[in-house]
Each structure stands twice: as C-alpha cells, then as structure tokens.
C-alpha cells in the first residue's frame, strides 16, 4: 500500500489532542459498584484463554466447548471449539425461563409521536418463534441466506432473531441504500428471501422500501420470496405496476401472524454462520463480513456488560444506530438482549417532529445507558443546549461514543450538556470486523481522557505500530494492530479467503497482527488516539463508505471517463466526499444541470449517504509516473490548503489547473 499518509488534517486535530490535559475520573459509587475493575486487566493477560472461557459462560449453551481457540490454521480463527448454543435462544428463551418473561425487552418509539409499543421477554419470544416458523414455511433452512431491508421497527430485531433461531445467517441492508446496493449485496452472499415493509417512517413522510426490493429483482434473480411489513399502509404501487406479485411477496401479518408461537431452537455449533455485514473496503466491490456464532455472541455480550457498566435490573439502555451497521448488530440485538437488557428502540430522525425529540425520550422512559455517534453529537452542539436543557436527563449514568474519533469538544459538550457533568464518556473504538468494541475506557476504572480511546478492554491486546511493525514509542504515531486473536473477530470475507488474509493479515504478517486500517497516536502515557483510516476509505457522519465505490458509481455514468473521490474534513460530517470528475470528450462540458445528474446517479447507484459535497469537474487527474492518483494532492484542494510535495507527479502543471478550477467549481 502506498499513499497511506494520513491526511494532514488529522495532524491538526493530533495537535489539538496533545494539548488536551483535561481528565475525568470514575464517580466513586460508580468505581466502587463496577462490574470490571481495574484488576481486570492483568488477570486476563495473564491467562487469556481462561479469560475468554469465563467471559463465554455468560452463555447457555447446549454443548460445553472443549478447546477455547483454535489458531493452528491461522488467520482463519475457531473459537471455542465443539460447543453448540443457539444465539437467539440466548437471546430471549432463556429470561423467560429465568422468570424474566414480563421484563420489557423493547420499548419502541415510532416516529409519529404516540405510536410506541412496549414488547416484553415473553412476547419476543412468540413473535421471533412465529417469524422462525414462518421463515421455515417460506423455504428457509439452516444455512440459506436471508436479506433484511427494514426500517427501525420492532420486526428488524425479531427478523435477525429468527434467522438465528434457526440457523439462517442474516444480511441487514440498511434502509438508505438504494435498489443497486441491494441487490448487489443479495448477490454476493445469494440470499432467496428478503425481508421489507412498505416503507417507514423519515422526518414526518412515509419513505418507501418495497419498490427498491422490486428493482432489486430486477437485477438479480436470487430472490425468491418477499416478506413485507406494513408499517406505513402506504401505496405499494409505481409507475402503474401495482407493486404485488403474488408469486413471490408474502406480507408479514399473514405469514407471520398466523404462524405457531412454539418453535424449538435448535443448537449449532459455535462457528456456524450467524450473520454477514457488508462494509467499505478499498477496493469497489464491497465485502462481506462474517461472523459466527459462539465467540461473536461471547464478545458482544461480555463487551456490553464491561464498557455499559450494565445492571440489567435498573438500567434502561438505548443505542441510536440503525439496524443496518454493525452497531446495531452488537449494541441493539446481540449483546444487549443476551443480557436481558430493557432498552429503547427509536424508528425515526433525532430531531422530528422537534429538534428535542431524542432529549424527551431519554426523560420519558429513564434511559441510563445512551450510546450513539460524534457526527449526531455535533449536530446537536450547532443547535446549542437550550434545546437539551428543557428535559430532565438526570437519569443518565453512562454515555458512549462510536463510530469515528470524538472531538476534545463533543465529547466535553455531551459530557456537560446531556450527561449534567456526571456521567462518564466512553469512546469506543471498533469496526465491523471486530464484532465488538476493543478499545474503550471503563467507566468504573478510567479517567477520561477527551477524544482518546484510551486503551485495549481485558481480553483484548492492541498496539500502535511502525512500517516494520515494531511498537512505536509513547508520544508517537503508526498504524493500529490488534496483536492476537479475540472471540468476535470475523472469520473470513464471505466466499473470499484471499481477500481476507490479504486485507487485514498481510500488511504485518511477519508478527501476525490484525491490521485495522486505521492510524493512531499513543500519548506520553501510552493511551490510544484513534486518528482515522490510513486507507482509501471515508468516514462520513460514522459509516465507513469507499472512494473506489463512489468512484466506480460515478465512472458508470455515460458522461464521465475518469474519476477520483477524496475524503475531505468536514465540520458536521467528520468527512465528508469531495469528487473530481474527467468528462468524456463527447459529453462537452456536460451542460448546466452535470453537477447535480451526476450527484443523483450517485445517489441512484449507492444511496443518499454517498452523495458527494462537492463535485469538481477538472480537465486532468494527478498521477504518479506509474499511475497511481495522488489522492493527499486532491485532499489538499477539497480541504483548501496550500497543494503539498508534487515531485512524484508525472506532470506537475495538472495540480494548477485543479486548484484553479476549485475557484469556480459547483456546490450541489
Ligand atoms: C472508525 C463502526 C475513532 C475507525 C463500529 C474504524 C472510530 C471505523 C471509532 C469502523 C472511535 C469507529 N474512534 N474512530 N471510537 N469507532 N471508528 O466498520 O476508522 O462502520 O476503522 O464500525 O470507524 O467503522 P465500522
């Protein structure tokens, strides 16, 4: 890999960290009450897999393990080897069975203001048993591959459950994704059903999902029933087609509702398939994680129960992810149900009907534990705190932070404005391919630093890294490894083990460390600052997109020859996709709509989420002698800095051409 220097921009921010010296130590009760303690640390170093074996009886399972990890075939990992559990009998059988069955496991909040459901352990349990029944009506068998296309609402949770009651590993397209992300994605892991609604809910209008799923089958022939919920009771019907095709859709009331509520799960082996999850590499095509079943559900839940502080009796949790990420799969259906949490689960946008919206929820139901993203943070902090400061959030004891690094600013303003100056902040760092979070303060052991990540949870062993891999000294900057195996790592990039050992285990084979793609400093007391992807991969507003996806969306429209797409700091997104584009020839100068169609074919392509910023039309690109775009040149003009070193480039007058055309360049 070369062109790995982080953009500058990040050396900025470093410089604003290092000059960070505030700290927040532990409440006391907190300290004192702490599910992990400080001695934590060293008892599973000293004996790790003893460590993981503890962490694993947090389970039931049906068929004790008789080896911890498996690492003789290394990258390719096996935990917890001969053991046989079901993950969604973990999930929500077992509460009911331990009395817990009246226990609120979900309170949903729709969008629409009033329309909640509160839906207990027992209840859980009958609808994931029916839609387990329903799923196994429509075909679906151990191993087959289930699509899950579906708004924030109760059915996600119970869809996911019963894939894994049975055996199905699930892949949750999130909803923003257009018909093309979908079906390539169906393709890929070749899931027969897909589970939808008629639509959900999106700042106050009904925002359809079935017709995406009805374009999607027109670009791949994976698909052979449609299961879909009505959420909204909208029209189903497009372009006089009337959107039903009796052939294939099933909706979820009869399927389901007039299915049995009695399904006995059935145990599968701890590296059965549980689910896959599709996330940006640097390359276009995007890859499919995959997870297991026995180490993943193990660090999910041990994670959950650590880095919350959970106490399932009192705490009432809610993580604002949507269904569709990662942080959804560990933080809203795994790990917390393994726990038996209560938590909060929200349909709609923070701020409809009113910018309080969230505020109010965590006042109205006594939410304890609040997980949620730096990008919504600061948008919080632009509207100011007289807006949070009308709610009573006394109720809040923990807040976290996920997705990309949390600025000294945020994370002081949520600490102060959300959680009254009480209530730690931890800032979690972790990926899709870790399945859980692993490097994070503990709320009862750390104090705080602002925007550091501080350091590895027990169990798990990171390190920040030079060229040659050897650890940097403190007060430095390299790439971040993780240096062993862990419970939830992922397994292999679906139906690609060369992509897998060659992403993540090739660049320090020599030590065989795990390489995150992402770049870190380690301070004066050796504490982790995550600084962001050395790679071509973006962060926007917390979701990793690829520039080579947005760059192939953009190539694939008739106009362009070429293009490059950069990742540029943006004060709201955290990044935020700035686009050079070549037209061809035969397309002049693209007419005066070009900006906006190619803008949309993105959105078409990929979803709104990729939509660039920006997007410059430039007669050139800046190559190197063998090629290769010089995106930190590119970075330079999408951030308007100063263009830095252009001795590599085959022909230095190309970035004048750029930077003056940045001076006219259109915003969409
Ligand atoms: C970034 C989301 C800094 C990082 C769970 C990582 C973070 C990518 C943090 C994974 C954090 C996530 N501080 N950066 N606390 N958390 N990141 O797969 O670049 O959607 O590699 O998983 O987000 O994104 P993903």
Same mark, same amino acid.
């Given at each position: 890999m070369s062109d790995q220097t982080a953009p500058s921009s990040t050396d900025q921010t470093l410089a604003n960290l290092l000059k960070e010296d505030r700290r927040f130590e532990p409440p006391a009760e907190l300290a004192a009450a702490a599910n992990v303690k400080a001695d934590a640390y060293d008892a599973a170093r000293a004996d790790r897999e003893g460590f993981w074996a503890e962490q694993a009886e947090r389970l039931t399972w049906d068929t004790r393990w008789d080896r911890v990890l498996d690492w003789d075939n290394a990258p390719f990992a096996k935990w917890y080897v001969g053991g046989r559990l079901n993950a969604a009998y973990n999930c929500v059988d077992r509460h009911v069975e331990a009395g817990r069955g009246d226990k609120v496991a979900i309170h949903w909040v729709g969008e629409p203001e009033g329309d909640t459901r509160d839906i207990t352990y027992a209840q859980l349990k009958d609808e994931v048993s029916q839609a387990a029944n329903a799923l196994t009506a429509l075909g679906v068998g151990a191993g087959d591959r289930v699509a899950i296309y579906l708004p924030m609402i109760p059915e996600a949770i119970v869809t996911m459950l019963a894939c894994a009651r049975i055996g199905a590993p699930h892949t949750v397209v999130f909803g923003g994704f257009s018909a093309d992300a979908l079906a390539s994605r169906i393709d890929d892991c070749q899931a027969k059903v897909v589970v939808t609604a008629d639509g959900g809910y999106r700042r106050g209008t009904a925002s359809a999902l079935k017709p995406a799923v009805d374009e999607a089958r027109t670009k791949t022939d994976k698909i052979e029933k449609v299961l879909v919920v009505?959420?909204? &009771?909208?029209? !189903?019907?497009?372009d006089g087609e009337d959107g039903w095709d009796d052939a294939v859709d099933v909706w979820w009331h009869d399927a389901v509702g007039g299915a049995s509520t009695e399904h006995t799960p059935e145990a599968f082996d701890a590296e059965h398939p549980l689910y896959v999850m599709y996330t940006s590499g640097t390359t276009g095509k995007p890859k499919g994680i995959l997870h297991t079943t026995g180490g993943y559900l193990t660090g999910a839940a041990y994670t959950h129960n650590a880095v919350f502080d959970l106490k399932p009796d009192t705490d009432v949790y809610w993580c604002t992810a949507d269904i569709g990420w990662v942080t959804g799969h560990s933080y809203i259906v795994y790990g917390p149900l393994a726990n038996g949490v209560t938590q909060v689960l929200y349909e709609g946008t923070p701020d409809a009907p009113e910018p309080g919206r969230w505020w109010k929820i965590i006042q109205d139901y006594q939410v304890t534990l609040f997980y949620t993203a730096p990008t919504a943070i600061r948008s919080f902090m632009k509207q100011g705190h007289e807006i949070p400061d009308r709610f009573d959030m006394s109720s809040l004891r923990i807040l976290g932070s996920v997705g990309e690094p949390i600025n000294p600013e945020a994370y002081v303003w949520y600490r102060h404005v959300i959680g009254g100056d009480r209530t730690p902040v931890v800032d979690t760092w972790w990926q899709t391919e870790t399945g859980a979070v692993m490097?994070?303060? !503990?709320? &009862?052991v750390t104090a705080g630093k602002p925007g550091s990540a501080m350091t590895a949870i027990p169990g798990i062993e990171a390190d920040v890294v030079d060229d040659e891999g050897n650890p940097v000294p403190n007060g430095s900057g390299g790439y971040l490894v993780v240096t062993s195996p862990w419970p939830s790592m992922l397994r292999t990039i679906w139906g690609d083990d060369d992509r897998y050992v060659d992403t993540y285990w090739s660049r320090f084979k020599k030590q065989g460390y795990y390489f995150a793609g992402d770049g870190a400093k380690k301070d004066d007391d050796g504490d982790i600052w995550v600084l962001g992807r050395v790679d071509d991969v973006m962060n926007v507003s917390g979701h990793r997109l690829s520039t080579t996806e947005i760059e192939s969306a953009l190539v694939s429209h008739p106009k362009v020859a070429e293009s490059a797409v950069v990742g540029a700091s943006d004060p709201n997104t955290g990044q935020a996709v700035v686009a050079y584009v070549i037209l061809r020839n035969e397309a002049g100068d693209g007419g005066p709509d070009i900006v906006k169609e190619l803008s949309d074919h993105v959105r078409k392509e990929i979803g709104p989420i990729a939509k660039p910023r920006q997007i410059m039309i430039v007669p050139e690109l800046p190559k190197t002698r063998? &090629?290769?775009?010089m995106r930190r040149l590119l970075r330079d003009v999408a951030e308007g800095r100063a263009v830095g070193d252009t001795q590599t480039l085959a022909d230095a007058s190309i970035m004048d051409l750029i930077s003056a055309g940045q001076a006219t360049s259109t915003e969409d």
């Open positions: 009505r959420r909204t &009771g909208q029209d !189903l019907s497009v490097i994070s303060p !503990l709320p &009862g063998s &090629g290769k775009i």
